[in-house]
């Protein structure tokens, strides 16, 4: 099921081909990629910062938490016409298709990273306590890219069939948006409703990104969460795109 992965050669120039073209032809390059996320974040703090102010570093809060779901949004709602966008190589290659949808999720992955890093000198300009978890952030990624790559085999595969699932997928990153601790902590969630808010996997991840970049701490039970979790989605993403790969050829 995984052989396609040991097609390094393949998957690397790709990657670096698909990196250069997002970023071909802008004068900022990967500033532009910085900007509207950081310019949602100084919105969201002012519009909210007199109602959470109980919030150690809300700004930092809120920065890092639009940063991280970010990566989600962008690569999921680019990854879904991974295949349809390349059918040249699904139906006159023998590559393998899975790389298709893996390629644009490394390239966001690569992309998302370099921004996280460059958000590090400031959050300890602004008070946010960097200390040794910051040495996990490359861990906690690599396993979010793997819940990244897991979704974007469902919605790809998905969207061969159906190409409309971007208005869909559009209105739930909405809500998943809203529905995550970007603006509020999970505090403010009665506590009735908390076990079920915390089996979004992405409530998960963003508290592990904020625990090592802002407070310096680590929640292994929340790792080993987002961990299950992103080999759950990952599988099961290879088991649906398997059984719909087959009619993609005669889709396209």
């Known amino acids: 099921m995984f052989g396609y992965l040991r097609q390094r050669d393949v998957i690397i120039t790709l990657t670096k081909y698909e990196f250069k073209l ?49 990566f989600f949004s962008v690569a999921t709602s680019v990854g879904m016409y991974s295949i349809i966008s390349k059918a040249n190589f699904v139906t006159k290659t023998n590559l393998s298709r899975e790389i298709l949808p893996l390629v644009t999720t490394l390239t966001y992955f690569f992309s998302s990273f370099i921004e996280l890093l460059i958000l590090i000198p400031i959050i300890s300009i602004f008070g946010g306590e960097i200390g040794m978890y910051i040495l996990l952030l490359p861990v906690i990624h690599i396993v979010y890219l793997i819940f990244v790559y897991g979704v974007n085999l469902y919605l790809s595969a998905i969207t061969v069939y159906f190409r409309d699932l971007n208005q869909i997928w559009e209105v739930i990153t909405n809500i998943l948006f809203f529905a995550s601790p970007i603006v509020y902590p999970i505090r403010v969630i009665p506590k009735e409703y908390v076990n079920i808010y915390m089996l979004n996997p992405l409530t998960r991840f963003i508290e592990l990104y904020r625990d090592v970049m802002i407070y310096n701490t680590f929640s292994i039970n929340d790792f080993v969460y987002v961990l299950i979790s992103s080999l759950l989605v990952f599988t099961s993403g290879h088991i649906f795109f398997r059984r719909l790969q087959r009619k993609f050829g005669e889709v396209l």
Do not use: H
């Open 22 to 70: 997002r970023y071909r032809g802008t004068v900022l390059g990967i500033g532009w990629s910085l900007l509207a996320p950081f310019l949602l974040a100084v919105v969201l703090y002012f519009v909210f910062r007199n109602v959470f102010r109980f919030v150690e570093n809300f700004a930092l809060y809120v920065l890092v938490g639009v940063f991280v779901f970010r």
